[in-house]
């Protein structure tokens, strides 16, 4: 079956470092979508990617950064520069630019130790 | 900027009971799309309904529907005969008109089944 593969699930953040959400999808989807979500609040849009090598910045983009060497690969990078890191990242695609989030990945958690 | 705004952070409904799902926004674009996401404990994002603006007819999904009042600024969801599975976080959605890819969402609603 199609989809999107988010790994981790679960992830650990050592002050000052830099680490990597994976973000993949069999589902031949042009566009691809990095979310966070806070308690108790919706999501937020992180970065987008409509097409290979380019992406836009969401609302949230600062501390964090994207690449999309692949179509079917769109990994999230959480720098050291994201003072409050720790929430729920969602990935998400869609069939066409411009269009909004069809399918979702199964979310992973950061946390900081 | 846009705004969307859920003012029910948790609602309860009986099994097979009607509950209604309040979703308020702002914009000043005349174009532009609406949406009702669930999220099940899974928390795995499940589109349930989209509106385009310039329809004036409501959408519909077998039980779900919504009530789209443009002038008001409205976008309300309807669950009809509502089963456990039903049972999830949902989260109303605005989509700019264009090739922007951007949705905008509001806070949530927990929404709990009663058996």
């Known amino acids: 079956d199609g989809g999107i593969t988010q790994s981790p699930k679960y992830l650990f953040r050592k002050e000052g470092q830099n680490v990597t959400l994976s973000c993949e999808q069999n589902?031949?989807?042009?566009?691809m979508y990095w979310y966070r979500q806070d308690p108790g609040q919706g999501l937020r849009l992180i970065y987008y990617?409509?097409?290979?090598?380019?992406?836009q910045k969401g609302d949230i983009a600062e501390g964090y950064s994207v690449s999309r060497e692949k179509k079917e690969s769109f990994p999230l990078t959480v720098t050291s520069a994201q003072k409050n890191p720790t929430a729920f990242y969602l990935c998400?695609?869609?069939?066409?630019?411009?269009?909004?989030?069809?399918?979702f990945g199964d979310g992973t958690r950061l946390s900081i130790l | 900027a846009q705004t969307v705004t859920q003012s029910q952070p948790e609602m309860s409904v009986q099994e097979a009971e009607t509950v209604t799902l309040s979703c308020t926004y702002d914009?000043?674009?005349?174009?532009?799309?609406l949406f009702w996401y669930k999220q099940p404990p899974s928390r795995q994002m499940i589109l349930v309904i989209r509106?385009?603006?310039?329809?004036?007819q409501n959408a519909t999904e077998n039980r779900f529907s919504v009530n789209f009042q443009k002038a008001a600024k409205s976008f309300s969801l309807k669950i009809s005969d509502s089963q456990l599975g039903d049972a999830a976080m949902y989260f109303c959605?605005?989509?700019?008109?264009?090739?922007?890819?951007?949705?905008?969402f509001g806070q949530g609603t927990t929404l709990q089944v009663k058996p």
């Open positions: 998400a695609s869609s069939s066409r630019q411009g269009g909004q989030p069809q399918h």
């Open positions: 959605a605005y989509r700019p008109h264009g090739n922007t890819g951007k949705l905008i």
């Open positions: 914009t000043s674009e005349s174009d532009y799309y």
């Open positions: 509106q385009e603006a310039y329809k004036q």
């Open positions: 589902l031949n989807h042009d566009a």
């Open positions: 990617s409509q097409i290979v090598n380019d992406f």
